[in-house]
């Protein structure tokens, strides 16, 4: 049994930056709880999966799980799954989706950068296509770090770039516009250092690729669809070929998802 940690859940023990950042995030993603994810296919997903191997038996925590994706996958591999999500009404949204289906897992309404747990009580931490939406990087690995036992494994998968300072930069930028609940997405060599310095040690890292039109990002952009396209004209021609930009009549440039196991050191 998973104890829950001494202090109590009504103690805030974020930063002003993290708690304004999870006070909006709420409030979007309770908005799109009912309608989140239909339709989107998840490789992603399915490579987290398959280098998740064995979980008979063990204690999985997924964090960020929203509507429970990445749990019932991990479920099919024998996990015993626990989900936190700073969103109530996405956790019960995921109940509904799954009910019936007879996966036995336990709920909690928290942050990633502070979780109701004790010390090193999970076998497993797992994060899917989240991080990039909350400030606080360090401190978010470092909680998922904590939890885990010291024989224990952190599986993530999530948005990234290029590493080129500058190509990431623009990237981030753009998403920022069509997208207001994005922080930040990392590279992998950032990847790699972030998790070095929480106490993990990468085991195996992938890069899914894929493409991203450059019509849909405008579109998404709304009001701001002609500075998306400025930020393009004006970047620079190396920036753009780290981005492999195509300027042709379907403009697009390429994207990646980064998928990683790391064991705690």
């Not at 479920?75 to 969103?87: L, M, N």
């Not at 930069?169 to 994005?182: E, F, P, Y």
């Not at 590279?187 to 070095?196: F, G, I, Q, V």
């Not at 929480?198 to 195996?204: D, L, S, Y």
Request: with cysteine; hydrophobic share 45%; aromatic share 4%.
């Amino acid at each position: 049994m998973v104890a829950p940690g001494e202090s109590p859940l009504g103690v805030n023990r974020l930063t002003a930056d993290q708690d304004a950042v999870t006070s909006a995030n709420i409030r979007r993603f309770g908005e799109r709880a009912a309608g989140y994810g239909k339709g989107i296919e998840r490789p992603d997903l399915d490579l987290l999966t398959e280098i998740a191997g064995d979980l008979d038996g063990k204690a999985l925590l997924d964090t960020a799980a929203g509507k429970g994706a990445c749990a019932v996958r991990m479920a099919a591999r024998g996990a015993e799954i626990y989900q936190a999500d700073i969103t109530h009404a996405m956790l019960t949204e995921g109940m509904r989706e799954i009910e019936g289906r007879r996966l036995p897992r336990r709920s909690v309404v928290a942050h990633n950068g502070w979780l109701p747990f004790a010390d090193a009580c999970f076998d497993v931490v797992t994060c899917a296509r989240a991080y990039h939406h909350m400030e606080g990087i360090r401190d978010v690995l470092l909680e998922a770090r904590r939890v885990l036992r010291k024989t224990g494994r952190l599986l993530v998968a999530d948005h990234s770039g290029p590493d080129h300072p500058e190509a990431i930069g623009l990237l981030n930028a753009i998403t920022r516009i069509r997208d207001d609940s994005h922080v930040r997405t990392y590279s992998p060599s950032e990847w790699k250092r972030m998790l070095a310095g929480a106490g993990f040690k990468v085991e195996v890292l992938h890069l899914l690729e894929s493409r991203q039109d450059l019509a849909d990002i405008i579109e998404a952009s709304g009001d701001m669809a002609s500075r998306v396209e400025e930020m393009i004209s004006e970047a620079p021609e190396q920036v753009l070929q780290a981005l492999d930009f195509d300027a042709s009549a379907s403009a697009h440039f390429r994207t990646s998802m980064v998928v990683f196991a790391a064991s705690a050191e």
